[in-house]
């Protein structure tokens, strides 16, 4: 199994940023990429970004594309997911995945393991 635990979540005016962290643990070979979904209550969990672990290849949902960066560091298991020019509608529990999901598209059911979410607040 993988462990993943999410940190760096916050309140934060309109514009600014935020810096979530993902450090993954145990059985991280079992997993070809890394990403990161969002949810509001009462609406399905939305892709944000994902990269793959091999290469380093990412990709964005259109609505976080030039805002939102992903990155990893292989080494230590740990993901980032660097947030600017917030916007009210990027509020949701941001949740960390990993898995075998496949490049260029964001399909949660393809992540196995998940973080327990950290809140983002934009307001």
């Known amino acids: 199994d993988v462990q993943l635990v999410e940190s760096g979540g916050g309140s934060v005016q309109a514009g600014g940023s935020l810096r979530l962290t993902c450090a993954a643990s145990?059985?991280?070979?079992?997993?070809?990429?890394m990403g990161w979904f969002r949810q509001v209550p009462g609406k399905e969990r939305e892709g944000v970004a994902s990269?793959?672990?091999?290469?380093?290849?990412?990709y964005y949902a259109d609505s976080v594309k030039g805002r939102f960066t992903i990155s990893q560091d292989v080494v230590n298991h740990t993901m980032w997911l660097q947030m600017d020019s917030l916007k009210p509608e990027d509020t949701a529990t941001y949740y960390c995945?990993?898995?075998?999901?496949?490049?260029?598209?964001?399909?949660?059911?393809?992540?196995?393991?998940w973080g327990q979410g950290t809140q983002v607040t934009v307001s």
């Open positions: 995945a990993a898995g075998k999901g496949v490049l260029f598209r964001l399909v949660a059911k393809e992540y196995t393991y």
């Open positions: 145990g059985n991280t070979y079992q997993t070809t990429s």
């Open positions: 990269i793959y672990t091999g290469g380093g290849s990412t």
